[in-house]
Structure formats: structure tokens, C-alpha cells
Antibody, heavy 125, light 107 residues
Framework: EVQLVESGGDLVQPGGSLRLSCAAS????????MKWVRQAPGKGLEWVSF????????YYADSVKGRFTISRDSAKNSLYLQMNSLRAEDTAVYYC??????????????????WGKGTTVTVSS | DIQMTQSPSSLSASVGDRVTIACRAS??????LAWYQQKPGNVPQLLIY???TLQSGVPSRFSGSGSGTDFTLTISSLQPEDVATYYC?????????FGQGTKLEIK
């Protein structure tokens, strides 16, 4: 069974740091691109970050660029999100998600097909 | 950045009704559009990808249409278990934006 399990969420003070982890199982982790998506309390979904299967290509939402770093360790089948300089507006449930590749017009496109249950990050003094 | 705008923001319909949710992209994304369903307290689930392709296991009453900038999610006969918030999602290019969501309730 394909499974993603996030961990690392916690209550942290503004300006603090946190590292989220996502343990993957049931599929060949090293072959898939991955994403982080977050959802603030009572709000909609917000894409946070993308990482290629090799880890060589990463993208970030403007709201987290320069503060968050996505990474992966294929030996450990794990995805990470290092979050620094945290702000109150970073309070959210953070989901990791696996991408499915879709080849179209000479390019690959990646949409999320499996999501973890999420881990909660609260930034407050 | 590509902005995704859904309408309506909320919707109330009766069991058996045909329900339509619209999503508009601020620029063309060909067919690189997915729809997700998030039931209350649950994780988002993939319904449709490539604008029109139904994810395995999703009931056939769900369908998607559109290309370019205008897309539609249709539920042909609303069921009580369809109560959820629905999101369209651009995966054409980063940043991979979502619509603001459409909250669907039973009348």
C-alpha cells in the first residue's frame, strides 16, 4: 500500500525553525517527484514546494522562498521541509504529496495523486 | 503567476441534482488541471487530472471538461457523500496554484 506519513509538526515561536519529515512506503520513492502543500486553519490549499526525483530541481512558493528548504533522502525514503524564520502566517497543516508524471507535448507534468494525513505547525508566542 | 478562480465559492443543492463548478485560469494551462475533493476533516483526494481523466476508483457521476483557461467539474447526480470542498489545481507551471475552493452542501 502506498503510504506517506508526515511528522515534525509542533508549536514554535515566531522566528523559530522546524524540520518536517515525510516517510514514504509502498512505492519506489526515488522515481517520483514530491510536493509539500499546506492548509491554514479554515482556509484553502496552498502549494509550498516541489522537488524533482533526483533532488536537482526545486521550486518554492513566493511566500516561503528564502525561508524554507525542501530536500529528500532516497536511502531513507524520506522527504523533508526545513522551515526557518517562521511567521504566524505559516501556521497550517502541512501535507506531503506524491506526484504522478504525465507526458504531454514533449514535456512531463506532475500532479499530486497520493497525500499524507498531514502534520500541524503552529507559530505563536 | 497563474491565478485560479473558482465559482461559486459555496453551493447548496439537493440529492440527485446536477452540480457544476467552474474554474478559470488567468492564462492558458492547456489541459494541465486537476480537481481535488476534501471532505470535512479529511485529506484532499484526487478526482480528475488532465482536465477530463477520472482517477481510478472515483464514481462515474464525476466528470471534468475544458481546456486552455476555462474548466468545469460536474457531478451528474449529487449524493450525500459528495458533501465536501472542491479545489481546482494548476500543475502546468510553478507556482502550482489552487483555486480558492467551492464548498458543496446538501439542501
Amino acid at each position: 500500500e502506498v503510504q506517506l506519513v508526515e511528522s515534525g509538526g509542533d508549536l514554535v515561536q515566531p522566528g523559530g525553525s522546524l524540520r518536517l519529515s515525510c516517510a514514504a512506503s509502498g512505492f519506489t520513492f526515488s522515481s517520483f517527484t514530491m510536493k509539500w502543500v499546506r492548509q491554514a486553519p479554515g482556509k484553502g490549499l496552498e502549494w509550498v514546494s516541489f522537488i524533482s526525483s533526483s533532488g536537482g530541481t526545486v521550486y518554492y512558493a513566493d511566500s516561503v522562498k528564502g525561508r524554507f528548504t525542501i530536500s529528500r533522502d532516497s536511502a531513507k525514503n524520506s522527504l523533508y521541509l526545513q522551515m526557518n524564520s517562521l511567521r504566524a502566517e505559516d501556521t497550517a497543516v502541512y501535507y506531503c504529496a506524491r506526484d504522478r508524471a504525465w507526458f504531454s507535448s514533449g514535456n512531463y507534468y506532475y500532479f499530486m495523486d497520493v497525500w499524507g494525513k498531514g502534520t500541524t505547525v503552529t507559530v505563536s508566542s | 503567476d497563474i491565478q485560479m478562480t473558482q465559482s461559486p465559492s459555496s453551493l447548496s443543492a439537493s440529492v440527485g441534482d446536477r452540480v457544476t463548478i467552474a474554474c478559470r485560469a488567468s492564462q492558458g494551462i492547456t489541459n494541465h488541471l486537476a480537481w481535488y475533493q476534501q471532505k470535512p476533516g479529511n485529506v484532499p483526494q484526487l478526482l480528475i487530472y488532465a482536465a477530463t481523466t477520472l482517477q481510478s476508483g472515483v464514481p462515474s457521476r464525476f466528470s471534468g471538461s475544458g481546456s486552455g483557461t476555462d474548466f468545469t467539474l460536474t457531478i451528474s447526480s449529487l449524493q450525500p457523500e459528495d458533501v465536501a470542498t472542491y479545489y481546482c489545481h494548476n500543475y502546468y507551471s510553478a507556482p502550482y496554484t489552487f483555486g480558492q475552493g467551492t464548498k458543496l452542501e446538501i439542501k
